[in-house]
């Protein structure tokens, strides 16, 4: 850190000290820099706008004594919502298809030289991402569906 850089980082340290401090005593200087830092003094000093109620901790105690539910935030997706959902990631995926159908051999072959990968190590981490992606799937079908459990 050179000398200029020092000055300048001293400055700004000055100003938002006096900027904490008039706030705390409910003074205002002319000083623009002063007042720049002041509002951000005062923004840290004011109370968070969506803290929880004080009795909280205590509500939530009794709603888990008494076996009740806690509420739900948003509403599950209508199967309108899901079946819409799929038909886009479908349309998407038929898209991406169509696009590297169209246009793979124009961007594989740089970007495989570029990475320095052969098509056996590109075949193989195709193969890799698959199996990840199929035994995510599986184990979250699997969940859904074993007895005893519901999905969230």
């Known amino acids: 850190m050179n000398k200029h850089e020092s000055e300048i980082d001293e400055r700004e ?28 003094s005062q923004a840290l000093r004011a109370p968070l706008p969506d803290a929880l109620p004080e009795d909280f901790a205590a509500s939530m105690a009794r709603m888990a004594q008494a076996g009740v539910a806690a509420p739900v935030l948003a509403e599950p997706d209508s199967p309108f919502e899901r079946d819409l959902t ?14 590297v159908a169209i246009y793979g051999k124009e961007w594989l072959a740089p970007t495989m030289e570029l990475l320095r990968l052969d098509s056996s190590v590109a ?28 999905a969230a």
């Open 86 to 99: 799929r038909i886009l990631v479908g349309v998407l995926g038929a898209g991406a298809a169509v696009v």
């Open 13 to 40: 340290w000055l100003a938002q000290e006096r900027a904490r401090l008039e706030a705390r005593m409910g003074e205002s200087s002319d000083d623009p820099m002063v007042a720049r830092y002041r509002k951000v």
């Open 123 to 150: 075949v193989n981490w195709a193969l890799a991402a698959g199996a990840c992606i199929g035994a995510t799937w599986l184990t979250d079908q699997l969940r859904r569906h074993k007895p005893g459990t519901h």
